[in-house]
Every structure is written in C-alpha cells, then in structure tokens.
C-alpha cells in the first residue's frame, strides 16, 4: 500500500461552478437578503419533502428552536432528547427554559431506549426530540407508541399544545434530509421536522435550515408560516420583500422576536444543490455499499443504512469495533490521520461535555451510550470521494485495525 502524501478531508462542502454563478447572479441581482430566492427554495423543499409549506431559517438549531417557543414551551415544561447527539439538539431546550431530559441508547444501538422514553413521559413532558443520526430515521411508529400511550398524562399549556393533545414530536433530521422509513420520506412523519443545510450536511446553503410539519388541526399551514416568520424576523408583520413593494412600507412589531432568517445569497446554493441532491444521495449510497462490502465478516459492525424498511439520507459512515477502548480508539483516529485519512467520532455523548455536566448528568446513567461512543470511528463519506479514495479508506483502516 502506497502511502498518500495528500490527505483525505472528513466531509468537505461539493460545490460546484453552478452554484458559484448562482450565488453570483443573486449577489448583482440587487436581492441578497430574504426574498425570492428563499422563497422558491421554500416552496421545492416542500415539494421535496412532499409536504406543503416549509420554513427556511439560518440554522436547524433556529428551526428547532424557533418551534419550541410557537409550541409554547418554556420554564415548568419538561423536553425529551438522547443523550448521543450534538449539543444543539439539547441547547434549544435551555435557551427557551425548558428542563432538557437525557434518553440513554438502547443497547447497540444510536437511537435512544424507547422503554426509557415511555418511562420520562410525565405531565410536564410537552415534546420528544427524537435524532435521526447519521441519515437513518428513527422508529417514529414506536415513539408515537410510546407517547400516544401515556396521552392522559399531557397537560395542554396553550392552545396549540390543545390542538396535539398529546407529547409532541419534534424531529432532529439534521442528518436525514432525502431518508425514508416504511414507505414515509423524512419531513412527512413527525409533527415537525427540521433539517440542516450547514457546510458539512448532503445538501449545504453553506449556513442554514429548514422545518416542515404536518397539519395541525385547527391551524392552517399559512398560519403556522407565518408564525414562522414573526418568530424569526423580530416579530414584524412584513419582511423586507413585502416591504418592498409599492407603498407597503408600513408594518406592526407582534411581539419583541428574534433574528434567525436566511438570505437569498445562500438559498441561491441551496436551489442549485436540490437540482443535484438526487445524484449526490446515489454516489453516496454507492460508497457505503463499497464499505459495508468491505467489512463483510470483520470485526467492524457498521450502522445500516438500507434494508427493506429505511433508506438512509447516508450522511455519516458511522461504525463500532465491540473489541476496543476508547483509548484505542483515539489512536485508531490518529493513525488514521498520519496516513493521510482524517476520520471523526461522532458524538461524544452530552453527559461528557462541561456544559452538561453543570445541569447535572453524569456519563454513568447512559452506559449504552458510552459503550457506543468509546468503540466509534466515523470514515469519510463525502460526493468528492473517489473509487481509489475509498479503496485507499479500507486498507488504511484494515491496516490500522491489524496493529
């Protein structure tokens, strides 16, 4: 095996000329904040998603957030979430008062113990954020099981908590944009469900996110957008493309909001991808099927990413070797780098961060999420990767496991 002397990135952004012209085009347009172009960006991702309306924000952290406080969720109000995550799943409970409650795994597993989930549901439980890691869904058949057994417990603070009835889901599909499970595309089966578009996710605006939802009785769709869009514009009654138009200047602040859109600079990007994204999701489905191929009777146990009853978005190539520590494991991701192939852990478990550790979690009441973390190494799965980028991946990973 020839050593590389140039290294392999983990996840670098595929972006090509179009969307470079793109976001040129909208930059000499004159239009470069929220307008046309996040608008019709807007309107495809619903599409996309076969939904009918969709918000696009500056981050899916604003997007879970920003549903949060339409739901009416704050101090008293409890928040359900895995402890294997990335801080942002968990931060948006604390920005808005809510107590964040911790989920370990289910034994091998990244989804969070559904018995334990059914176990935390109390009357001060209003939604469940359920983490569709790495591109593969959840069983969101079981979790409204689960919360629609424990439905006499919910205790309605608003009147759109009245409409639900019940614990609400709230999906963090960061990961998942293009995935489905039994038959349902992600964005169709939650309540409400936010994707990413940062630097590093299948389809990036560079910086931004989105949430789509299903209807809510009661309520229609364009009154949830536009709820949307009071949250995330300081709670003005018009944006700067309405204003913009003949003698509309004049608007009413509802209430004191926040500041969390996207700008057509970057929804220029996003439109460009969404053209591409289908052929993006099949080179990547091509690569895990190059590895998983390659892992055939090892010792590495790679998530699944496709079977009869999910298809994943495939957006991280997550594995575990049962036999490590997570000393070695470390070293793995080190020696992996000094041949030239940078690797990545994906998560360390919120219970081990500081910031959690000063609300009061501890590592050792999620002992399956530990065990997950400690024997994880994630390869790079990326649209620019090569036939020889991959070939190279496995030897030096084989090579590396072999020592």
Same mark, same amino acid.
């Given at each position: ?37 996040? #608008? +019709? =960006? ?7 998603? &076969?939904?009918?309306?969709? *918000?696009?924000?500056? @981050?899916?952290? !604003? ?87 424990? #439905? +006499? =417990? ?7 908590? &009245?409409?639900?009835?019940? *614990?609400?889901?709230? @999906?963090?599909? !960061? ?229």
């Amino acid at each position: 095996m020839n050593i590389r002397t140039e290294n392999i990135p983990f996840s670098p952004p595929d972006i090509t000329e179009e969307e470079i012209n793109a976001v040129t085009e909208t930059l000499r347009s004159g239009w470069i904040t929220t307008g046309p172009k996040t #608008k +019709e =960006l807007e309107n495809r991702i619903a599409r996309y998603v &076969e939904q009918e309306r969709a *918000v696009c924000l500056n @981050s899916a952290t !604003a997007a879970m957030e920003t549903t949060l406080r339409i739901l009416g969720v704050g101090p008293g109000d409890e928040v359900i979430t895995s402890a294997y995550t990335y801080t942002a799943t968990a931060s948006v409970i604390d920005h808005v008062g809510a107590k964040i409650v911790l989920i370990d795994t289910a034994p091998n597993s990244y989804e969070m113990d559904y018995k334990q989930l059914k176990e935390a549901i109390n009357k001060n439980t209003k939604v469940v954020i359920p983490v569709d890691i790495a591109g593969v869904m959840c069983d969101y058949r079981k979790i409204f099981e689960v919360v629609k057994s424990k #439905k +006499e =417990l919910f205790e309605p603070s608003n009147d759109i908590q &009245e409409s639900f009835n019940r *614990v609400v889901i709230l @999906s963090d599909a !960061a990961h998942a944009f293009g995935a489905r499970r039994d038959g349902e595309k992600a964005g169709k089966v939650a309540d409400f469900t936010c994707f990413s578009f940062h630097a590093v996710k299948n389809l990036t605006t560079g910086e931004g996110g989105a949430v789509v939802w299903n209807e809510i009785e009661g309520y229609s769709n364009e009154s949830i957008y536009n709820l949307y869009m009071l949250y995330s514009l300081h709670g003005q009654t018009k944006d700067a493309l309405s204003k913009s138009q003949r003698g509309s200047w004049e608007y009413d602040i509802i209430l004191p909001a926040y500041k969390c859109n996207m700008t057509d600079i970057v929804a220029s990007i996003g439109l460009v991808q969404l053209e591409r994204y289908e052929n993006m999701l099949n080179r990547r489905s091509e690569i895990i099927n190059k590895y998983d191929d390659a892992f055939l009777n090892t010792e590495v146990t790679p998530l699944s990413h496709f079977s009869n009853k999910h298809t994943s978005a495939g957006h991280l190539y997550l594995v575990n070797i049962p036999s490590i520590t997570e000393k070695r494991r470390n070293e793995l991701v080190y020696e992996m780098s000094e041949l030239g192939v940078s690797c990545n852990v994906h998560y360390k478990p919120l219970p081990m961060l500081t910031a959690y550790k000063n609300l009061g979690f501890n590592i050792k009441d999620y002992p399956n999420a530990y065990i997950q973390y400690s024997t994880e190494i994630s390869l790079p799965l990326h649209t620019s990767l090569s036939n020889d980028d991959v070939d190279y991946i496995i030897a030096v990973f084989k090579k590396v496991l072999s020592n």
